[in-house]
Nanobody, 121 residues
Framework: QVQLVESGGGLVQAGGSLRLSCVAS????????MGWFRQVPGKKRELVAT???????DYADSVKGRFTISRDNDKNTVYLQMNSLKPEDTAVYYC???????????????WGQGTQVTVSS
């Protein structure tokens, strides 16, 4: 069994910064694409940023220049550094792993439980 656990959310004023972390636990041999998504009530979950195991990165246009995604493959961890936060960044942020290879099986489209980010104006 594998699990993704996020941390680092909270309340911050507009213009401030937060750093989210997501650790994959279990007997893991490798993870393909890891990413961050976010969702507000009544809206679809949207992509924020993704990073491949080789370091290729994509960002949503709305966060380019403000957010930075990174990962530590040895620690099975992905990070999201969020700077110049805006009230419209308020959402529940979810970590995702596209494909995880463990000692027992492959796991696909694995999600964390989410962490709340609230940006006050």
């Amino acid at each position: 069994q594998v699990q993704l656990v996020e941390s680092g959310g909270g309340l911050v004023q507009a213009g401030g910064s937060l750093r989210l972390s997501c650790v994959a636990s279990g007997s893991i041999f490798g993870i393909s694409v890891m990413g961050w998504f976010r969702q507000v009530p009544g809206k679809k979950r949207e992509l924020v940023a993704t990073i491949t195991s080789g370091g290729n990165i994509d960002y949503a246009d709305s966060v380019k220049g403000r957010f930075t995604i990174s990962r530590d493959n040895d620690k099975n961890t992905v990070y999201l550094q969020m700077n110049s936060l805006k009230p419209e960044d308020t959402a529940v942020y979810y970590c995702n792993a596209d494909r995880i290879r463990s000692s027992s099986s492959w796991f696909y489209n694995v999600w964390g439980q989410g962490t709340q980010v609230t940006v006050s104006s």
